[in-house]
C-alpha cells in the first residue's frame, strides 16, 4: 500500500499570503497524483489532477508540482473561501488508490 | 450539468449489510468510470473501488475485497454499493464519484454523501 503524507497538519496564514502544502509518497506515483478541498459538511473538490493540471473551473491560483514522491499544492494569494482542509490522492497504485490524512488551511 | 444524487441515510446492526445507491444524470453515463469513496468522522477520505460503467467491470480495494459489491443498472443510470457484515467501524459517509474531464481515476464530480450507522 502506498501511504501519503501531508505536511504540515495545519497551515496558519491570512488573506491574501502564499499557502505551500506538500505531499510525500512512501514509494513513486509518477505524476498520478491528485489535489482535493474540502469544506465541512460537503463532498471534496478536485483542483489538481497529474500533478499539475487544473480542474474544470478551478481558479489560476491553485497550482500544483511534484512528480515521483513529493509534490505541492501552492495557493498564490489566499481567498478567504479558500481556508479548507486539502488532501493528496494517489492513482499510481491501481486499485489501492489512497489519500493523505489532510492539511487544515486555517485563517 | 453532472449531477450525482445518492441515497438517504441508513441505520444498520452489526453484522448487517447496506446498499447505497447513486442516481447520475447531466451526461452519458455509460462514458464515465464511477468510484466510491468513504469517510469516517474526522478522518482521511478512504477509497473503496471502481467500476466500468460501460462494461461493469469492478476493481477493488483490498481492504474491501470480499466485502463490497459495486453494480450498475445503465437504463437506470444509477450506481450501487454494498457492503456486508458491517461493523461499528463502518459508520462513515459514503461518496460515489465520477471520474473528471480527462482525469480518470481521479473523481472530478461527486455525490452529496450517505451517512450509514452501525450500531447496535
Known amino acids: 500500500e502506498i501511504v501519503l503524507t501531508q505536511s504540515p497538519a495545519t497551515l496558519s496564514l491570512s488573506p491574501g499570503e502564499r499557502a505551500t502544502l506538500s505531499c510525500r509518497a512512501s514509494?513513486?506515483?509518477?505524476?498520478?497524483l491528485a489535489w482535493y478541498q474540502q469544506k465541512p459538511g460537503q463532498a471534496p473538490r478536485l483542483l489538481i489532477y497529474?500533478?499539475?493540471n487544473r480542474a474544470t473551473g478551478i481558479p489560476a491560483r491553485f497550482s500544483g508540482s511534484g512528480s515521483g514522491t513529493y509534490f505541492t499544492l501552492t495557493i498564490s494569494s489566499l481567498e478567504p473561501e479558500d481556508f479548507a482542509v486539502y488532501y493528496c490522492?494517489?492513482?499510481?497504485?491501481?486499485?489501492?488508490?489512497?489519500f493523505g490524512q489532510g492539511t487544515r488551511l486555517e485563517i | 450539468q453532472v449531477q450525482l444524487v445518492q441515497s438517504g441515510a441508513e441505520v444498520k446492526k452489526p453484522g448487517a449489510s447496506v446498499k447505497v445507491s447513486c442516481k447520475a444524470s447531466?451526461?452519458?453515463?455509460?462514458?464515465?468510470?464511477m468510484h466510491w469513496v468513504r469517510q469516517a468522522p474526522g478522518q482521511r477520505p478512504e477509497y473503496m473501488g471502481w467500476?466500468?460503467?460501460?462494461?461493469?467491470?469492478?476493481k477493488y480495494s483490498q481492504k474491501f475485497q470480499g466485502r463490497v459489491t459495486i453494480t450498475r443498472d445503465t437504463s437506470a443510470t444509477t450506481l450501487y454499493m454494498e457492503l456486508s457484515s458491517l461493523r461499528s467501524e463502518d459508520t462513515a459517509v459514503y461518496y460515489c464519484?465520477?471520474?473528471?474531464?480527462?482525469?480518470?481515476?481521479?473523481?472530478?464530480?461527486w455525490g452529496q454523501g450517505t451517512l450509514v450507522t452501525v450500531s447496535s
Open positions: 464519484g465520477r471520474d473528471g474531464i480527462r482525469a480518470d481515476g481521479y473523481m472530478g464530480y
Open positions: 447531466g451526461y452519458t453515463f455509460i462514458r464515465y468510470s
Open positions: 467500476i466500468n460503467a460501460g462494461n461493469g467491470d469492478t
Open positions: 514509494q513513486s506515483v509518477r505524476n498520478y
Open positions: 497529474d500533478a499539475s
Open positions: 490522492q494517489q492513482r499510481g497504485n491501481w486499485p489501492q488508490y489512497s
